[in-house]
């Protein structure tokens, strides 16, 4: 059900309700954001908070991740080819065979993320 609670956010480009709703959670004590294998391409999820958010598999082709904070996220096998990551925050994530082709990640923090070469 929290799935389909984020995915239907995120769609509607509700990034402030789905900030929102993630910080609720996270007061909750509840885990991670599992969108794992999940179609997002072509969203506008500029500043969405998807730290530590499972995102292993999932379509992100041509998002805009403007500023979005993505720090420990599991992306691997994720598809970011031609998504703007400029300034986002990726400290930490896992992107080993993910997809980057075209990606701009000018500004990124990268430290400490695996599978960048």
């Given at each position: 059900m929290a799935t389909k609670k984020a995915v239907e956010l995120l769609r509607a480009g509700?990034?402030?309700?789905?900030?929102?709703?993630?910080?609720?959670?996270?007061?909750?004590?509840?885990?991670?954001?599992?969108?794992?294998?999940?179609?997002?391409?072509?969203?506008?999820?500029?500043?969405?908070?998807?730290?530590?958010?499972?995102?292993?598999?999932?379509?992100?082709?041509?998002?805009?991740?403007r500023g979005a904070n993505l720090h420990g996220a599991r992306l691997r096998q994720a598809d970011l080819r031609g998504s703007d990551l400029r300034d986002a925050d990726l400290s930490d994530a896992d992107l080993r065979k993910a997809k980057l082709k075209k990606t701009s990640l000018k500004q990124a923090n990268v430290a400490g993320a695996r599978g960048l070469k």
């Open positions: 509700n990034i402030d309700g789905f900030n929102q709703w993630v910080k609720e959670r996270r007061k909750k004590g509840k885990s991670a954001v599992d969108l794992d294998d999940k179609d997002l391409s072509g969203l506008k999820l500029a500043a969405a908070d998807l730290r530590d958010a499972h995102l292993n598999g999932a379509n992100l082709r041509k998002c805009d991740l």
